[in-house]
């Protein structure tokens, strides 16, 4: 079972920013997605739920591609969830505990889900009646991994998690996803940061210039820093 792209490109509004991707994320492993800042990795990533899609290639999610149906779509994003960047693009109700339960309430299964549970699996046991927007960057984060785990997903999509944490932070996240990966959730990450792809990944692919350019189960710092990978820690 995978997350595919075969010759993919994407362009917004007529500037290239794939322009020819082929990668593989396999189930069960954690795969982090390198590349410098602006190199497309958000933009690769969304292609996997159908966020977005391409202008060329191909997308598949289990052997299926994604096509503008409405099926499929609904197929598609109940196995992969999605974890934007900036959690405010992703919390959008006023308390914690209905956040967590808007996808599940959308689909008419919020009864099943045990938010509490859900809350102290991301590390925030007591936040069930508090504002989103109240609280910290990291907290956030841990919110939206909480709404999208209440979709149950085979796969979770991170844009760079890391983004904006701080040592402790970013540990928290590496935690995180080793609980993931116990519950049998597939990881695709992006990052920027070469320490916590190699901490947190068993495999690397370095995004750039369009193209994923390296792949391998590492990365030695000499061929990060050429391809302009330059944060180590994490
Ligand atoms: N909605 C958009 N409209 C136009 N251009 C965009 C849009 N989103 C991203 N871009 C541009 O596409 C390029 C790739 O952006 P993207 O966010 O995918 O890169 P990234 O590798 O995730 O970067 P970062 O590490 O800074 O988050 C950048 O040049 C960016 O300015």
Not at 5 to 13: I, L, S
Not at 92 to 108: H, K
């Amino acid at each position: 079972m995978t997350l595919r792209a075969e010759g993919v490109a994407f362009a917004y509004h007529g500037s290239p920013v794939l322009t020819g991707v082929d990668f593989t994320a396999e189930t069960g492993v954690v795969t982090a997605l390198l590349g410098p800042n602006g190199a497309g990795k958000s933009t690769l990533l969304k292609h996997f739920n159908g966020l977005l899609r391409p202008d060329a290639g191909r997308v598949l999610v289990d052997g299926t591609e994604i096509e503008d149906d409405e099926a499929i779509l609904r197929e598609v994003r109940s196995r992969v969830g999605f974890v934007f960047q900036n959690p405010a693009d992703q919390l959008i109700a006023p308390t914690v505990r209905q956040d967590v339960t808007f996808g599940p309430r959308n689909i008419g299964v919020a009864d099943a889900v045990d938010v509490d549970s859900l809350l102290a699996r991301v590390g925030l046991p007591d936040a069930g009646d508090r504002h989103p927007h109240t609280m910290s960057n990291g907290e956030q984060k841990r919110v939206a991994l909480a709404g999208v785990l209440a979709m149950d997903p085979d796969y979770v999509v991170m844009d760079e998690p890391t983004a904006g944490l701080d040592g402790d932070g970013a540990a928290q996240f590496v935690g995180l996803i080793e609980d993931l990966v116990a519950a049998g959730v597939t990881v695709l990450l992006s990052t920027h940061h070469v320490g916590f792809a190699t901490t947190v990944a068993d495999r690397i692919a370095v995004l750039t210039e369009g193209e994923i350019k390296y792949e391998g189960k590492d990365i030695d710092r000499e061929t990060a820093v050429q391809f302009g990978l330059r944060t180590w820690a994490l």
